[in-house]
């Protein structure tokens, strides 16, 4: 959890996600309440709507940047202790084509 929190706070996350909400919620809403907003008759319930119209998308986005950005850093944590290890004991762990000889 922490390192998810770490990634959807960070600066190109929350500026990638406010991008795409901007985008999507503005599609989403005149979809959804094109009636009420060319009639300017939005009312209290009708811009909680909107709201929320808004944040799913940026829900959304930073959810998928957040994750993919934590699982790049999980990944990479094996291969650091792999790389050390093997530095350690004196033998080089190499990729699958190295040990084809490819």
Known sequence: MRLFLKYAKERVCVIRSL???????TILAFINHYDSISAGTVDGTGFFQIIITYAVPYSVATFGSAMQARHMELAEKPR?????ASSLSGTHVGSANEAEGL
């Open 80 to 84: 650091k202790s792999e790389a050390s």
């Open 19 to 25: 991008k795409i909400a901007l985008i999507v919620g």
